[in-house]
């Protein structure tokens, strides 16, 4: 898979993309990022990537021309991705999706957003990481980066699974313990150290249902919506 990033700040998502598991599944070939400096693109001598917005009111717009120019030398951008607060929740299942595509490109906002006639013309789709605004989508990005690589095959090692993760099957997942078996006065749950395994998925399944109901009852409704 090859991930580009568009960015006046190609240095923010850098040193991340090298470590843990983004870093790995680079390391085995998984997955190439490829930071596009949107500033390389920018036609005036100070290289500007932004202008007031019209109609006034705060904050700057990120101009039209750099983002064409950038998206424009991209030979195969494949799936292109806007990073907004404006944009659909990111959840699990649009991880997935992109999981399956060859080629994805992140536009990464700052200010007030990108000029529209970017979206309307190179945009497939806007996604948000959640119910407020950060400075502009570079840590979005990683966000987006981190969910979609660790689904794509041999991504993960023995010992982490994605099939056990939160989200995977619709639920938050059940709590986790390891050695020592006694902490701090608190022991680990005796199932989980029974060796019975159907025991230990029963308790599992409960843990995860009784999370889900205390702290995301959401999720339960949208499952029955599904
Ligand atoms: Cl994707 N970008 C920005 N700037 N703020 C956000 C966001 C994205 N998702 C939530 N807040």
């Given at each position: 898979m090859r991930i580009n990033v568009i960015t006046i700040f190609p240095e923010y998502l850098e040193g991340p993309l090298g470590l843990s598991i983004p870093g790995r599944a680079r390391e085995a070939g998984l997955v190439n990022y490829r930071l596009i400096d949107l500033r390389e693109y920018a036609t005036d001598r100070h290289r500007t990537t932004d202008d007031e917005p019209f109609g006034g009111g705060g904050g700057?717009?990120?101009?039209?021309e750099p983002f064409d120019a950038a998206l424009g030398a991209l030979e195969g951008p494949g799936r292109v991705v806007s990073l907004?607060?404006?944009?659909?929740?990111?959840?699990h299942r649009t991880a997935v999706r992109f999981a399956l595509e060859s080629d994805l490109t992140l536009l990464c906002g700052r200010y007030k957003g990108i000029d529209e006639r970017v979206t309307e013309k190179w945009v497939d789709e806007e996604?948000?990481?959640?119910?407020?605004?950060?400075s502009g989508?570079?840590?979005?990005?990683?966000v987006v980066i981190d969910a979609v690589v660790r689904l794509l095959p041999g991504a993960l090692g023995d010992h982490d699974s994605a099939a056990s993760?939160?989200?995977?099957?619709?639920?938050?997942?059940?709590?986790s313990y390891t050695r020592p078996a006694e902490h701090d006065g608190r022991s680990a749950p005796g199932v989980l150290r029974s060796g019975d395994h159907s025991r230990i998925?029963?308790?599992?399944?409960?843990?995860?249902?009784?999370?889900?109901?205390?702290?995301?009852?959401?999720?339960?409704?949208?499952?029955a919506a599904d």
């Amino acid at each position: 898979m090859r991930i580009n990033v568009i960015t006046i700040f190609p240095e923010y998502l850098e040193g991340p993309l090298g470590l843990s598991i983004p870093g790995r599944a680079r390391e085995a070939g998984l997955v190439n990022y490829r930071l596009i400096d949107l500033r390389e693109y920018a036609t005036d001598r100070h290289r500007t990537t932004d202008d007031e917005p019209f109609g006034g009111g705060g904050g700057m717009v990120m101009k039209p021309e750099p983002f064409d120019a950038a998206l424009g030398a991209l030979e195969g951008p494949g799936r292109v991705v806007s990073l907004s607060p404006r944009g659909c929740p990111f959840d699990h299942r649009t991880a997935v999706r992109f999981a399956l595509e060859s080629d994805l490109t992140l536009l990464c906002g700052r200010y007030k957003g990108i000029d529209e006639r970017v979206t309307e013309k190179w945009v497939d789709e806007e996604v948000s990481i959640g119910d407020y605004v950060l400075s502009g989508g570079e840590p979005a990005a990683l966000v987006v980066i981190d969910a979609v690589v660790r689904l794509l095959p041999g991504a993960l090692g023995d010992h982490d699974s994605a099939a056990s993760d939160s989200f995977y099957e619709g639920l938050l997942s059940a709590p986790s313990y390891t050695r020592p078996a006694e902490h701090d006065g608190r022991s680990a749950p005796g199932v989980l150290r029974s060796g019975d395994h159907s025991r230990i998925e029963a308790w599992r399944a409960w843990r995860a249902d009784r999370a889900t109901r205390h702290r995301r009852p959401d999720l339960l409704d949208l499952d029955a919506a599904d």
